[in-house]
Every structure is written in C-alpha cells, then in structure tokens.
C-alpha cells in the first residue's frame, strides 16, 4: 500500500487514523455539506469511505469460518474451553451492568432532560430504521441463528450461525481425518492445506483493507460532521458524556484489571490494544476488526487457540459495549421521560440488553436499531419510544464507534483470560 509517509518510516495505524479524523473534521467544519471538490460535497464522499467498511465486512465472515476450521484441524477445541469462554463473558457483562446501574441511579443524569425534550426536537435527527425481525426472545433469537441454507449466514453476516457450520463441519472433518485411509486421507491432507492458504489469504486481505482505513475515516467523518456540525454534541452533551462514562470505566478500567490479574501488565495489554480499538472505532465494527485482534494478540503472547476461541467463536457473545449501551440508553430515556423504574424493571431492562447483544449479528447501527424493542420491554409506550429515539441519533455515531472499540477489547481481554486458564500460569508481563 502506498503511503504520504517518507520510506521506511512505519507510523502506527492509530495516529494514521488520528490524521484522517482532525482533517475529516476540519473539511466537515469548513466546508458543510457545500460543494468543494470538482462540484462534490462531504455528504458525497463519505458513501466512498464507506466501502472499505464494506469490503472489511464483506471478508471477515469467511474469515470466521476459515479461522474456526483451521483450529479444529491444528488444536483441540472441547467442551470445557466453551465453559470458560461463557463463564468469562458472564463475568465481564456483569461487572458491564453493574456499571451502568450505578451510574444512572446515583447521579439520575436523565433527570436533566426532564421537561426538556421539546427543547431538544430541533437537533433530533431521523428515526433509526426498523430491526426487522429482531427480537428479544431466547427462543425466537435461538432459531434464527440455524442457517435455512449454507448461503444465508454468509450472504447476511450472521456471525453466530457462521460460527456453528464452522464448528459442526470443523469437528466432521476432524472425525473424518482421524480416520481416514488411502486418497481419503490424502485428499483430506490436501484440504487442510487449502484450509490453511484461504485462511492466510483472508487474513492477508483483510490487513490491507484495514491499512485503508485512515483515508476512509476522513471522508467518513466530514460527511458526519459536515451534516450534524459540533454543535449538537453541547446540546446532547449530558446523554454522550453519562453513555460514554460507563462504556470508558468498563474498557479503561475494568478490562486492564481483568488483564493485571491474569498476569498482564494493564499497561501492556492497553497498549497491545490500541490498533484494534483504533480500527473498530474507525469503521464501527468489532467483526471487520479480528485480523487486527488476532494480530494485536499474537503480539501479546497469546496462543493461538485461546485467540481464535475469543475473537471468532465468541464474538457475538463479547458485546459488552453494546449491551452495556442498550442498558444505559434505556434508564437514561426512562428518567428523562419521568418513567419511575422499580429493582424488578431494572432487572427486565438488564436482561433485555444481554439478549439484544447476542442477538443483533447482522443488523446494520445495531445499537441503535434495537433500542426500541429494549424501551418496549421496559414498558415505555411506543409513542414516547417515537419521540424519544430520534433525539439521540445526532450523537449515537460517536457513541456506536465507542461501542465497537470496547468490543474489541472484550474480545481481547476473554482472549487473555482464557490463555490464562488454558495454561495455568499468568501471561508473561
């Protein structure tokens, strides 16, 4: 890939990313939504930057399913490193939660915005669209992962149902090998070696799109400040700086902890964070982000197995930025709205998250998209959730990228423990 940088000099792709927000944000400030480029707007180049986020999805679910059948032909794969992987992600979305309780039933920051929402109509921006088939229901959400055909889980990134033809075809062609005779073995060997190559190939592409994402970012951000300008982040400061509270004290201080005491300086770990959060932050997806997660964490020490389990099995079950907004948002609109909300109902709107978090794979600005069905199962009557949703649109694009960095780290601190475990000795500092 070519670069503005003199050759030779390797500058770290976060203060690339770091240049093309401040410039981003100087022509979206400058220059609006008005023509400035050969007759263009910023409203006309962010589309472009855009597809290199498509492109980064669009190769990273295949990944996945490369990434997992490559394990169960180099590693073992059992049933009790699934346990640990749930039980660490039980953990971690807990401590997540109980944050966000805190945080909102302490300080009431949604009380600020009592009376007020007329006030704030004229920065509302347009309704999210709808979630479609999404829901809350374990059962309904459970069915939905089991692929109608093997196209669809790859056609519409549903990364769990991905997952499972990765895992149940992964172990078949384990079973198979281990018993395998003749040109069955031989052509079994053969695959495994194809396996292998699309797996490094992927990887390799994936890198590359990841090093454009500088430039994307700047179009990207000109668009979004060029239409919303700064303003809207003083009038909607309260509802950003309480959100973006609770999802910094889990990444900055909860997950460097979980680190320490897994034996990795917090420190090191931040610090072998920063390019995956960089990116994910960059092109609001946890998922386009893993060859820089799987990347970032060999760097770490972290065994391979351990890396894989986290970051491609696990997922869709490490959003704990996400529920963690879904939770927040929701107590948040409820005080502004004057909703009084008992333990009990606390405990639904938790619940409600965690089920949205595992259940979004695939729905574009799912964040928000799923907002509603939360505010619903909290009670609040569809003509408030009508009114109260377009409010926080202005400010939700900052947020949704913070949402996809702490994914990341999620994904790279279960990466950590479960190394931690796998062993049975601290990381090496």
Request: charged share 10%.
């Amino acid at each position: 890939m070519s670069s503005p940088f003199p050759a030779g000099v390797h500058v770290p792709l976060a203060l690339r990313v770091a240049i093309g927000v401040a410039i981003g944000a100087g022509l979206g400030a400058a220059f609006g939504t008005d023509p400035w480029l050969f007759g263009l707007s910023n409203t006309d180049l962010g589309p472009l930057g855009m597809l290199v986020v498509r492109v980064l999805k669009a190769l990273a679910t295949p990944l996945i399913l490369f990434a997992i059948l490559d394990s169960f032909y180099k590693t073992d794969i059992s049933g009790r490193n699934g346990l640990q992987l749930a039980v660490v992600c039980l953990v971690n979305v807990s401590v997540a939660m109980g944050i966000g309780l805190v945080i909102l039933n302490l300080a009431e920051p949604g009380a600020r915005w009592l009376g007020k929402l007329d006030a704030l109509a004229p920065f509302a921006g347009a309704a999210p669209a709808s979630a479609g088939s999404a829901t809350l229901s374990p059962l309904e959400n459970f069915a939905a992962f089991i692929p109608a055909s093997l196209v669809d889980p790859f056609a519409k990134n549903l990364v769990i149902s991905v997952v499972l033809v990765a895992v149940f075809l992964g172990a078949a062609l384990r079973s198979v090998r281990a018993t395998a005779e003749g040109s069955l073995a031989e052509a079994s060997r053969q695959l495994e070696g194809f396996v292998e190559l699309a797996y490094a190939t992927l990887t390799k592409m994936l890198l590359w799109a990841a090093d454009m994402m500088p430039y994307a970012v700047c179009l990207i951000v000109a668009e979004v400040v060029g239409k919303a300008g700064l303003a809207v982040f003083t009038v909607l400061q309260v509802f950003l700086l309480t959100i973006l509270a609770g999802l910094l004290l889990q990444a900055l201080v909860y997950y460097p902890l979980l680190a320490g005491l897994c034996g990795m300086s917090p420190l090191r770990f931040l610090r072998g964070a920063t390019d995956p959060v960089v990116t994910a932050v960059s092109c609001n997806s946890s998922l386009a982000t893993m060859p820089v997660t799987l990347r970032a964490l060999a760097a770490l020490g972290v065994r391979e197995r351990s890396a894989r389990l986290s970051a491609c099995v696990g997922t869709n079950f490490n959003n704990d930025g996400v529920m963690l907004y879904e939770a927040m948002a929701t107590l948040f609109l409820c005080q502004a709205l004057g909703y009084h909300l008992d333990a009990s109902k606390q405990v639904t709107i938790v619940l409600a998250s965690i089920m949205a978090g595992v259940g979004i794979a695939g729905i574009p600005e799912a964040g928000l998209v799923i907002l509603p069905l939360v505010l619903t199962a909290a009670g609040i009557p569809e003509a408030a959730v009508a009114v109260a949703i377009p409010l926080i649109v202005p400010v939700d694009w900052v947020l949704a990228r913070v949402r996809s960095g702490v994914n990341v780290l999620a994904d790279m601190v279960v990466a950590v423990a479960l190394d931690r475990l796998d062993r049975g000795r601290p990381v090496t500092p």
